[in-house]
């Protein structure tokens, strides 16, 4: 996908039915290999899931607890003071554990009932019409690994941190959850591929590192700020631009360092009705007639 699953580390099968997660010389792990054999041993679990069952359960360590509990403790502090009141809300509904990395099925039970999104694992790229497709039928693909522990508050790809905490507190949200119903939709109406690019980039720069006022206050509801320590304390000094969809479909962004032009909302009313509005009835015409004005 143009958002997340293209910044996976490629995840090879081996003739001899073993799964090599490819990480970069740069990962924080790569020199590390029992965490490379962990990430191998993760992959494995998703490529072999099949929907409709059970999410095969991940056996985390001590130490990957300890990482998912420290960065819980220390977002929960700064969600308080920089997240929107229906993320919180979202979040105080779901009641996802502090001390441990809960596993994707126990985050789909909590979920289910409260919006009818459940997860499925991804042990890698997914394809980006399936990745978003999906989310019409309220699934989200997510990752299962952890973080590099030596570094807990730094990820360079998404993991189940960033997915759990920062999407499934805002999937708990029913008016958030609609919002990512109506994004699969639109990937599924749209049948070009600069058209779905389109879409995609509407979802980066809205569900993912989207902001919002409230009140006086500039807070976030993306998921990709709110799952980041740093990036966190450091998104209302960004170009923070009024919400367009020209302009969003046609901003290259870097996933690979602090988003530097985010897009403001004015309330939650008004991102339903501009980008859910779009996502409701966009086709590849109407995305073709936002890129021309967008030149």
């Known amino acids: 996908m143009f958002e997340e699953a293209q910044y996976f580390a490629p995840v090879a ?11 970069s010389a740069s990962h924080p792990g790569f020199a590390d290999p029992v965490y490379r054999e962990r990430r191998n041993a993760i992959a494995r679990l998703a ?30 502090v700064k ?5 929107t009141a229906e993320y919180l809300a979202g979040a105080a509904r779901l009641g996802l554990p ?14 289910e009932p409260l919006t009818g999104f459940r997860y499925r694992p991804a042990a890698g790229l997914v394809p980006l019409r399936e990745f978003y497709g999906v989310l019409a039928d309220g699934f ?9 522990h030596s570094v807990p508050f730094y990820t360079p790809e998404p993991d189940v941190i960033h997915e759990v905490i920062g999407h499934a507190n805002a999937l708990a949200h029913p008016r958030y959850a609609a919002l990512y119903r109506l994004a699969g939709q639109a990937a599924r109406r749209v049948e070009g591929e600069q058209a779905l690019e389109f ?7 809205t569900m993912e590192f989207g902001v919002m006022a409230e009140g006086h206050e500039l807070k976030a509801y993306g998921a990709g700020i709110l799952s980041s320590y740093g990036e966190i304390e450091e998104f209302r000094g960004m170009d923070i631009r009024p919400l367009d969809l020209a302009a ?48």
């Open 13 to 23: 099968a081996q003739k001899d039915g073993s799964v090599v997660v490819e990480l």
């Open 47 to 76: 490529l072999d899931y099949q929907p409709g069952t059970p999410i095969p359960a991940a056996e985390y360590t001590e130490q990957e607890h300890a990482v998912w509990a420290m960065v819980t403790r220390e977002l929960a």
């Open 79 to 83: 969600h308080q003071k920089y997240a």
């Open 98 to 111: 502090q001390d441990r990395i809960p596993q994707l099925e126990e985050v789909s039970e909590l979920l």
């Open 140 to 148: 989200f693909y997510s990752t299962q690994y952890v973080r590099h």
């Open 199 to 205: 879409v995609s980039k509407v979802f980066w720069f």
């Open 248 to 295: 969003m479909g046609a901003t290259e962004y870097d996933i690979t360092k602090y988003q530097d032009v985010l897009f403001r909302a004015e309330s939650l009313q008004h991102l339903e009705d501009v980008v859910g509005g779009f996502w409701d009835s966009c086709d590849d015409d109407a995305v073709a007639r936002l890129l021309a004005t967008g030149v």
